[in-house]
T-cell receptor, first 113, second 112 residues
Framework: DAKTTQPPSMDCAEGRAANLPCNHS???????VYWYRQIHSQGPQYIIH?????ETNEMASLIITEDRKSSTLILPHATLRDTAVYYC??????????????WGLGTSLAVNP | DGGITQSPKYLFRKEGQNVTLSCEQN?????MYWYRQDPGQGLRLIYY???????QKGDIAEGYSVSREKKESFPLTVTSAQKNPTAFYLC???????????FGPGTRLLVL
């Protein structure tokens, strides 16, 4: 599975959009981009995933570049409850029996009042 | 409510003791996973199971054991062979091993 690179930390003002970047320059054609977040001392929460098209759900939007080498998670109106560590993961769902998630260190997002 | 439950929330282990962490899901998922998280780190896979009565080692299986006798349950035993067991343990499940994984609230294991 391809590795990802994320900034270690970011700040965002409450009510503004939070744009979290992720670099996955070695991604292959059958690897999806997944985003999870983890609030302190809780289990990770699934946010969104995509292959090549942009995706949107009730939590966030995922923008994937045309060459698929990077993506951005957008929280349109960040609240204090969005303060968490955000993990970008690429995953080959067809990689035999071991379709595990490979976790990096993520981006620690602080939403400030 | 459908979901994944883990118990206990905190667990204390004495030297040389085996302890078992519980993970139950009522999502009718076939696949279940155990991860370990150390402070400031990402998650690492311990064991996973794609179906009842079958499981495979992940990246850091030494010192751990699992069973999958029922679809909804995937308990993890931390044995005395695990020399550094203090960590946050997370259980996850997915419909199949190809689908999105959903996580429980975690169990924090501490050594006395």
């Amino acid at each position: 599975d391809a590795k990802t690179t994320q900034p270690p930390s970011m700040d965002c003002a409450e009510g503004r959009a939070a744009n979290l970047p992720c670099n996955h320059s070695t991604i292959s054609g059958n690897e999806y981009v997944y985003w999870y977040r983890q609030i302190h001392s809780q289990g990770p929460q699934y946010i969104i995933h995509g292959l090549k098209n942009n995706e949107t759900n009730e939590m966030a939007s995922l923008i994937i570049t045309e060459d698929r080498k990077s993506s951005t998670l957008i929280l349109p109106h960040a609240t204090l409850r969005d303060t968490a560590v955000y993990y970008c993961i690429v995953r080959n769902i067809n990689a035999g029996n071991n379709r595990k998630l490979i976790w990096g260190l993520g981006t620690s997002l602080a939403v400030n009042p | 409510d459908g979901g994944i439950t883990q118990s206990p929330k905190y667990l204390f282990r004495k030297e040389g003791q085996n302890v078992t962490l519980s993970c139950e899901q009522n999502l009718n998922h076939d696949a279940m996973y155990w991860y370990r998280q150390d402070p400031g780190q990402g998650l690492r896979l311990i064991y996973y199971s794609q179906i009842v009565n079958d499981f495979q080692k992940g990246d850091i299986a030494e010192g751990y054991s699992v069973s999958r006798e029922k679809k909804e349950s995937f308990p993890l035993t931390v044995t005395s062979a695990q020399k550094n067991p203090t960590a946050f343990y997370l259980c996850a499940s997915s419909g199949t091993s190809q689908e999105t994984q959903y996580f429980g609230p975690g169990t924090r294991l501490l050594v006395l």
